[in-house]
């Protein structure tokens, strides 16, 4: 969560030329506000959406997606992305604070403590699917998007 993830996939997407797609978006244009999701349906809800909406943006060709932070939680999302170049975006929680100040996310609710046990748990999942790691705590994003824009380019 909040590590830049839309931000950087949408230039890195435009420089490379193909489309990108935010799972988040995705599931908002389709059901509405992700805030009022979980409140009015719950987390379990919100994941089988968001399970729905990452297996079809896998299915395009040659595209960049940006998924949610917990939808690696998913075993069946998680064995998709195993046939994916997985590209880890990570920031500290100083970092975090500074960019939801004013965000309206349900999960960190409970305040800025709330998003380090999230990637604390979440961490493993992210490790063992990332073909890549860049931390975004510092870096500018157009600079983290031109090393991922250059990855890309000398794995291909």
């Known amino acids: 969560m909040a590590s830049g993830k839309s931000k950087i996939g949408r230039r890195v997407a435009r420089t490379l030329r193909v489309p990108f797609l935010d799972t988040d978006k995705l599931i ?4 509405g506000p ?12 919100f994941r089988a959406l968001e399970r729905a909406a990452v297996a ?7 595209s960049v997606v940006s998924l949610g932070g917990g939808a690696v939680l998913d075993p069946a999302t998680r064995a998709d992305l195993r ?26 609710a409970e305040g800025p403590d709330a998003w380090q046990r999230i990637y604390d748990e979440r961490r493993p999942l992210y ?18 998007a ?11």
């Open 83 to 108: 046939h994916s170049t997985v590209i880890s975006l990570s920031t500290t929680a100083e970092a975090v604070r500074n960019r939801t100040r004013n965000a309206k996310r349900p999960l960190l």
């Open 28 to 31: 908002v244009a389709e059901h």
């Open 146 to 156: 031109a090393d991922i824009v250059k990855w890309v380019r000398e794995q291909s």
């Open 34 to 45: 992700i805030t009022e999701i979980f409140a009015t349906h719950g987390e379990g809800h």
């Open 56 to 62: 079809d943006a896998l299915q395009q060709t040659r």
């Open 127 to 144: 490790e063992a699917l990332a073909s890549i790691h860049f931390d975004t705590s510092t870096r500018p994003v157009d600079a983290i």
